[in-house]
């Protein structure tokens, strides 16, 4: 997650830098007369971060791509993803005064394979570039020293596309649906890009807190103050991302990480327990969390 790998550089100099990340996470557990319960599972990811960065005389540009895939297999289910992730991010900076910068910033996010609503597994949900976001924005970065950097933009184009028609006519991740008339028929195709116009702020922590034990944060907020449905302009979508790296020696590392994503466009589904039985009982905004705990074998490059 973030860039977490690759930001345990002492200095920047003037001209290119790169460098990269690859990593393999495993965990296993197993059960045989297990008087408390359990069930065996495996499951792997694989991690892939690479930065290319250049530091000239009062300007900067960081390129930072971000990997990641992940297969979980249980006793009593098949096999499911439990990861996946393509994230790229461009941030060009000049110098404007003081620690302020102009800066330009695009980030592109989407996956890689299909992801379903468990434990139904025939009808996708998700699928590559269903949902895709593509975010530019233009502001001021307040860059204080090299471990944050607080980025506010008046000015922040925010796209979303589903190009899978299916999932646009359902009005998938908010754009908009398909249309019908009263006996069924589609009579105009669900939207596959919803465009946003708006304000964002953006802020990076990236800190070794003890010795080789590496602190990382990022928070991504964008409020759409054009949104046509006025009531919607309060709302704020957030994504915050926080990660703990600890460095075991050069090739092995526990992270811990953490996401949190709210979109009051995008309606996820919401279950009650009925009769001991999880039951999905409508759709709406809620905020969506996700955590893991890893065990890493990797390398940098």
């Known amino acids: 997650m973030l860039s977490i790998a690759n930001s345990q550089e002492k200095k920047d100099t003037l001209g290119w830098h790169k460098s990269g990340f690859i990593a393999a996470n ?37 390129n930072n791509l971000d990997l990641a895939f992940g297969l979980l297999k249980s006793d009593d289910e098949g096999i499911r993803k439990n990861e996946d992730k393509i994230d790229f991010s461009s941030n060009y900076g000049k110098f404007a005064f003081g620690k302020f910068y102009y800066s330009a910033q695009l980030n592109f996010r989407t996956q890689f394979a299909a992801g379903y609503n468990y434990p139904n597994d025939t009808e996708e949900i998700s699928k590559f570039m269903a949902p895709g976001f593509l975010t530019l924005a233009i502001g001021l970065n307040w860059k204080p020293n090299k471990y944050f950097s607080l980025f506010v933009s008046p000015v922040t184009g925010k796209f979303t596309f589903v190009l899978d028609q299916k999932l646009a006519d359902a009005g998938a991740f908010g754009v908009d649906s398909a249309i019908y008339d009263a006996n069924g028929n589609k009579i105009q195709k669900g939207k596959q ?3 946003e116009f708006g304000a964002s702020l953006n802020a ?23 949104d046509k449905n006025s009531a919607n302009r309060k709302n704020i979508d957030i994504n915050w991302e926080t990660g703990l790296l600890m460095k ?35 759709k709406g905004p809620r905020t969506q969390f996700k955590e893991s705990l890893a065990l890493s074998i990797g390398y940098k490059f």
């Open 26 to 62: 495993f965990s296993h557990a197993a059960f045989s007369n297990w008087a408390e319960g359990g069930e065996n599972s495996i499951a792997g990811t694989g991690i892939f971060n690479f930065l290319v960065k250049y530091r000239g005389y009062k300007k900067y540009w960081d």
């Open 248 to 282: 075991v020696n050069s090739f092995l590392s526990a992270a811990v990480s953490t996401q949190l994503i709210y979109d009051n466009d995008i309606p996820v589904p919401i279950y009650q327990t009925i009769n001991g039985v999880k039951t999905q009982v409508g």
């Open 193 to 195: 890009i919803r465009p």
């Open 204 to 226: 990076v922590l990236e800190k070794e807190i003890f010795k080789n034990i590496l602190f990382a944060t990022k928070l991504q907020l964008f409020n759409n103050y054009t």
